[in-house]
């Protein structure tokens, strides 16, 4: 009898923990693979009902540890209280991953991480049936623990599979460097910035696309194994040019990007405090976002720099530049101007001028476009096919996108923008829908480390000087966001604070009606909720 009790109890346990670890593996995902921001996600939620539960589990230990020595009746009776524990455990795990804003995508390498910790905790289980007496118990114990304690076995797979992951990812690393090495004839060029990058990506893209056959990387691919999945996947012999965005949350990761795109051009849009939480301060972030000058220097190629942003502007004599921009720049943006159905500017680079039309939004695409035209300018492309090129143009998904809403109201999708200056001009770009009223839903900015409050009060006057309704998402992290609101003397009965975005639609919604504008202003994913 007593071992039909251990192998259901071991089964049914192992079955538990391996579902309960969705929500961790979710939030380790988010927090990109890292054990330090998973950690520091972890201690921020960590609140007085997480220690109670926690209390409990290891009481629950101590009773998988006595309880084959209890007798039949009681055994069977407080493993099934353990069960009940741990399945209550799984299932709020997977119904948490479900109702997140962003889920767990069961990428390959969560398969992998899967099937590290399915093998570690089908051992232990294992052994608690086949040691006898004491050490089956205390296996036993340990087994309830990792089943009821997730985040145990979510750092021993982690740390279990990291040189795993390294040499799949060497390989793959080392074949998208084959692929790129082979392609003499192509030309790649490498985009990088605080922010504007993904924007600028897509538009050099297009423009580049009327004379050359251009790949670009999708999305906000932008890491170095986003540039060896679409090396691997897209590209082809044909290929002429190689847009790669290169994006950098710590010193060196544009310097790895550049290890493997080996970019002979370059574009910087911006130098902001940006990901703050992991350079710690501005130096190192204008630093990284260098590393792809020093490299196309190093190449002797040509490096375009936004002429309007101070840190970028201080570096740029130390490099064969073309600076864009409004002031004193070589490719100069004038007579810009922008309404809800787009912008124009005329754009000045050496003894061209010309204007161009885009149905993008915002005074920030001008200069995006103006990056994008001087590199397609100095690779041949005439300025009638840039301005057609320009005028073809659609919105990057989830940046200032129009899209019909509930009841006719248009929506502003701005959800992917996440930087100070991008998100003060989205709230600008609100304030344009002039005759209509206008509403703003944002939980605000991250990573931006001591720069954040300071930046999130901004948006918060902003936001007031340009919406009739604001809501505010997150109970917590809104405090900023409020103090800006009330600084501008905004009227407190139409500004809303709420717990979720699903809160949110139950206010805005009823508000809704073809006369209505209606601004999403970043979405963050749920490690940062509060």
């Known amino acids: 009898m007593d071992i039909i009790i251990s192998v259901c109890f071991a089964v049914l346990a192992a079955v538990c923990g391996i579902f309960a670890l969705t929500r961790q593996f979710q939030m380790l995902q988010q927090n990109s693979y890292f054990a330090v921001r998973y950690w520091r996600w972890y201690k921020g939620s960590f609140k007085l009902g997480r220690l109670v539960y926690i209390i409990i589990s290891l ?169 060896v999945i679409t090396v691997r996947r897209d590209l082809k012999p044909t290929h002429q040019v190689f847009v790669c965005e290169m994006g950098a949350k710590r010193r060196g990761d544009i310097r790895e990007d550049c290890l493997i795109a080996d970019p002979d051009l370059g574009v910087i849009t911006s130098v902001g405090p940006q990901h703050l939480d992991t350079f710690g301060n501005l130096e190192t972030v204008v630093s990284t976002k260098f590393e792809l000058a020093d490299w196309v220097k190093a190449k002797g190629g040509k490096m375009y720099l936004n002429g309007d942003n101070e840190y970028i502007r201080k570096n740029a004599e130390n490099y064969d530049s073309v600076t864009y921009g409004t002031a004193d720049c070589d490719c100069k943006a004038t007579d810009i101007s922008y309404s809800p159905k787009g912008l124009t500017v005329t754009l000045k680079y050496k003894d061209t001028e010309f204007k161009v039309t885009s149905h993008l939004l915002g005074y920030h695409n001008a200069l995006n476009i103006a990056a994008a035209a001087s590199v397609a300018l100095d690779m041949g492309l005439t300025p009638t096919e840039i301005a057609y090129a320009v005028s073809r143009l659609k919105p990057v998904e989830h940046r200032l996108q129009l899209k019909p809403y509930i009841n006719g109201a248009t929506l502003i999708d701005d959800a992917y923008n996440s930087n100070p200056e991008g998100c003060l001009e989205a709230a600008r770009v609100l304030g344009c829908f002039e005759g209509m009223k206008k509403i703003i839903v944002t939980p605000g900015l991250v990573e931006l480390g001591d720069k954040e409050y300071e930046a999130n009060r901004a948006l918060g006057q902003e936001a007031a000087k340009q919406a009739d309704i604001i809501i505010l998402v997150g109970k917590k992290r809104s405090v900023p966001l409020a103090e800006g609101v009330r600084d501008v003397g905004f009227p407190e009965e139409d500004l809303y604070v709420v717990s979720s975005f699903k809160e949110a639609m139950g206010v805005f919604s009823p508000m809704c009606d073809k006369n209505t504008a209606i601004l999403f202003e970043n979405d963050l994913p749920d490690n940062y909720l509060e």
Not at 65 to 73: D, I, K, P
Not at 93 to 115: F, G
Not at 155 to 160: A, E, G, K, T, W
């Open 59 to 227: 009481l629950g230990a101590v009773g998988a540890l006595f309880a084959m020595r209890l007798g039949t009746v009681l055994s069977i009776v407080i493993f099934a209280v353990l069960l009940l524990f741990l399945l209550i455990t799984a299932r709020r795990s997977v119904s948490q991953n479900k109702k997140s804003i962003k889920k767990l995508v069961v990428t390959a390498r969560v398969k992998r991480m899967w099937a590290a910790a399915a093998v570690l905790t089908v051992a232990v289980a294992a052994l608690s049936v086949l040691l006898p007496d004491m050490a089956g118990n205390i296996l036993k114990a340990a087994l309830f623990l990792l089943s009821a304690l997730p985040e145990i076995m979510t750092f021993i797979s982690l740390f279990v599979m990291k040189p795993i992951e390294k040499a799949i990812s060497n390989y793959y690393v080392n074949d998208a460097k084959r692929i790129l090495r082979s392609m003499k004839h192509m030309k790649v060029i490498g985009v990088t910035g605080s922010y504007g990058k993904t924007s600028t990506k897509f538009i050099l893209g297009r423009i580049l696309s009327e004379k050359y056959n251009t790949l670009v990387t999708p999305e906000n691919y932008n890491t170095p194994m986003g540039i």
